[in-house]
């Protein structure tokens, strides 16, 4: 048997600190456990965050929760608005500095159907007349794994 050495390898996280940058191989960054996360656990609404029909071009997200990109996010009840006669896209995203460290969580809502941030997830698609939010169509995903959660042991068989 013969060993052959890995150049640069990373082995997190570890007492002995296996990589090639001092502390990132020892220490639990925001960026490591985001991107483990992340693979097991999808983007999804875990409640709330549902857009009723509204007499105006004004309504409500309700309070909720999400997975989005490996974070955990709540929020509070807040108000959009839409335009008139549009169709208009609801996302839920995460803002990040340089660092890639999250800032914030925000709501975007545009008529081109493309979220602008990366760490984006459709929450609602809404239809407007002149004066009035006419429709919702919810588009979140409310379920991790099509209805059926895996346990944690069987979500980390994936490969990262």
Known sequence: MSEVAISNEIVQWTRNDVSPTVGQGKYLTEQNLAAVLNKAIPNYVTSGLTVPTSASLTATITAGGAFLSGYKVTTTATNITVGASATTYLW??????????????????????????????????????????????????????????????AAVRYKF
């Open 92 to 153: 839920l995203f995460l803002k990040k500095d340089v660092d890639g460290n999250v800032t914030e969580a925000k709501f975007e809502i545009n008529t081109s159907g493309t979220a602008t941030y990366p760490d984006s997830l459709l929450l609602a698609v809404l239809t407007s007349s002149g004066t009035a939010i006419t429709a919702v169509s919810d588009r979140a995903a409310r379920s991790p794994y099509s209805g059926e959660a895996l346990p944690f042991w």
